[in-house]
């Protein structure tokens, strides 16, 4: 799988985007980008992935850009609970293709 | 319902002992996994099993070892624990390759 890099850490202020990107300038053609988020002492929360449009669901939205060698999970409305690390991930398709954790980024949202 | 549930959550024990971690799913996946994310916080993946085959060892020490009696379970059972082995265990599952769904971790210290 493609490596990600990732700033550590990042602060956004209550109610606003948050914006967090992700370069993955090894992507090959059939391996999607994943975000999953670490809130502390819980387990992983998968958020969102994509190939090569962009995605939106309930909790993020993804853009990727047209040469997918990076993207950006934006939280539209940042709340303190949305405090975490938060991991891009890129990923293929081979049937139990584990996923492969960087360091992610340390966000923290401030009221 | 917990999606992903695991037994332990916090176990503590002394050098040299054996124990055990169990894990169950009910959301009819038929992949799960075992992480291990240290004091440093890095997750590592350790084992997948699809089917109850293993496909995923990570070179994981053979003082642990895996057991999938049925698609929904998954025990981890360490032998000789040394002082290393202190860390968070995490199981997840998904179908194939799809996204991950994880437990609440398992805390283990061994002293």
């Known amino acids: 799988d493609a490596k990600t890099t990732q700033p550590p850490s990042m602060d956004c202020a209550e109610g606003r985007a948050a914006n967090l990107p992700c370069n993955h300038s090894?992507?090959?053609?059939?391996?999607?980008v994943y975000w999953y988020r670490q809130i502390h002492s819980q387990g992983p929360q998968y958020i969102i992935h994509?190939?090569?449009n962009n995605e939106t669901n309930e909790m993020a939205s993804l853009i990727i850009t047209e040469d997918r060698k990076s993207s950006t999970l934006i939280l539209p409305h940042a709340t303190l609970r949305d405090t975490a690390v938060y991991y891009c991930?890129?990923?293929?398709?081979?049937?139990?293709?584990?996923?492969?954790f960087g360091g992610g980024t340390r966000l923290m949202v401030k009221p | 319902d917990t999606a992903v549930s695991q037994t332990p959550k916090y176990l503590v024990t002394q050098m040299g002992n054996d124990k055990s971690i169990k894990c169950e799913q009910n959301?009819?996946?038929?992949?799960m996994y075992w992480y291990k994310q240290d004091s440093k916080k890095f997750l590592k993946i350790m084992f997948s099993?699809?089917?109850?085959?293993?496909?995923i060892n990570e070179t994981v020490p053979n003082r642990f070892s895996p057991k999938s009696p049925d698609k929904a379970h998954l025990n981890l059972h360490i032998n000789s624990l040394e002082l290393g082995d202190s860390a968070v265990y995490f199981c997840?599952?998904?179908?194939?390759?799809?996204?991950?769904?994880f437990g609440e971790g398992s805390r283990l210290t061994v002293l």
């Open positions: 959301l009819g996946h038929d992949t």
């Open positions: 997840a599952s998904s179908l194939s390759t799809g996204e991950l769904f």
């Open positions: 099993y699809n089917n109850k085959e293993l496909i």
């Open positions: 090894t992507i090959s053609g059939n391996e999607y």
């Open positions: 994509g190939l090569k």
């Open positions: 991930i890129v990923r293929g398709t081979i049937a139990g293709n584990m996923l492969t």
